[in-house]
């Protein structure tokens, strides 16, 4: 089983926290949409013989499209892999997005889970971050994407925003729990690459809130949701009734995945890739039947190192006895160390394999800089 990764890269502004490579301007939709389609007809045999399982439209805003653009993307995914007939359909949905015509075309495309980019369920913090979307509107595509009927409901929280409180993240998680959201992902802020927090940060004009503070919050969130039926099945990822997002688990289980659009990754196994990050390059090279990625062979190493990041993100955790077989050597030298995490109350042993608790989840960089080769 493998999945497909569509990057959409265009939105109506930049918000202030975002990393992710997009642009402020839908001038070049049109022109894009026609690069993206060639990619996928030229890109054919990346994934070999392997069933699709998963789609995933991300960006970005893939909410933007409308029924014919995203139906066209679709058609040639279909014409070119085999997909599941029991695949997950995933598309990210900006709240102002969400009319129920626009949902309701979803659902006619065959999409079966949606993600809601909320962040914070109070205006002031919104505008804070630049969203282009209100609390209220957050709450009516929720009550609309459930109206259409999706019954595969995601949303996306961001914890240490701007002038945010512990009593204003209280009040976000009561909501989700009224709301009855099926699928929760809450992402403490950090200073990404190219974000504007991250140039005002350069420049003095912007502090991050304190590691205790975020600790705090993180743990709240944790605790609060787990309280109310929510497995926290991933570092920052809650699920109801196994609603967990199969596309993102097949990337911590290592399956393989391609990647179509300007700065989507691939994966498959043996390689990794990743399209160039320039929209307008991205455009003239396929319209000139070129490919424009880089790439790199795993190396035994980065194999190694990328088993331990993805697994122990997860509450599955790691396979010792895989680890023991396939690299005895640098497993023995681990054996000690676990232990010492173990004591610790950073990991613990579920059954046949080891995972991290949430406390470990929140130094995890560090123990990763201790584990890997």
Request: proline letters at 2%; hydrophobic letters at 40%; a negative charge.
């Amino acid at each position: 089983m493998a999945g497909v990764y569509i990057h959409i890269p265009f939105c109506r502004s930049k918000c202030f926290y975002c990393g992710f490579y997009s642009v402020a301007s839908l001038q070049l939709k049109t022109a894009y949409l026609n690069a993206l389609v060639k990619e996928i007809r030229m890109r054919k045999e990346y994934l070999q013989e392997e069933v699709v399982s998963t789609l995933y439209f991300g960006g970005g805003t893939p909410s933007c499209l409308n029924e014919s653009e995203l139906e066209l993307i679709l058609d040639n995914i279909h014409n070119v892999w085999n997909i599941d007939k029991q695949a997950e359909y995933s598309i990210e949905v900006n709240p102002e997005d969400a009319s129920m015509e626009k949902l309701s075309a979803f659902r006619r495309l065959g999409f079966n889970r949606i993600t809601i980019g909320v962040q914070s369920f109070h205006d002031s913090i919104l505008k804070r971050i630049n969203r282009s979307h209100s609390a209220s509107q957050a709450i009516t595509a929720i009550e609309n994407a459930k109206m259409s009927g999706f019954d595969n409901i995601g949303v996306d929280l961001i914890i240490g925003l701007p002038g945010s409180s512990v009593a204003e993240l209280e009040v976000d998680l009561k909501k989700v729990s009224v709301l009855n959201i099926d699928h929760v992902s809450v992402y403490i802020l950090s200073l990404d690459s190219n974000s504007v927090f991250e140039k005002l940060s350069e420049k003095g004009k912007f502090r991050p809130l304190s590691d205790d503070f975020l600790a705090q919050q993180y743990l709240l969130v944790s605790d609060y949701l787990k309280s109310i039926d929510y497995e926290h099945y991933e570092i920052s990822n809650f699920a109801k009734k196994f609603k967990y997002s199969r596309h993102n688990t097949s990337y911590w289980q290592q399956k393989p995945y391609i990647g179509l659009g300007v700065a989507a990754h691939s994966y498959d196994i043996i390689s990794r890739q990743w399209n160039i990050a320039h929209l307008k390059k991205y455009i003239d090279s396929l319209n000139n039947r070129f490919l424009n990625f880089e790439k790199e062979i795993l190396t035994d190493a980065d194999k190694w190192n990328e088993y331990l990041m993805t697994n122990f993100r997860t509450m599955w955790g790691i396979d010792p006895y895989y680890l023991k077989n396939e690299y005895p050597c640098w497993w023995n030298k681990l054996t000690e160390k676990i232990e010492n995490y173990k004591h610790l109350g950073l990991m613990v042993m579920s059954g046949e394999r080891i995972r991290m608790t949430e406390r470990g989840w929140l130094v995890s960089d560090g123990i990763f800089s201790e584990l890997f080769v």
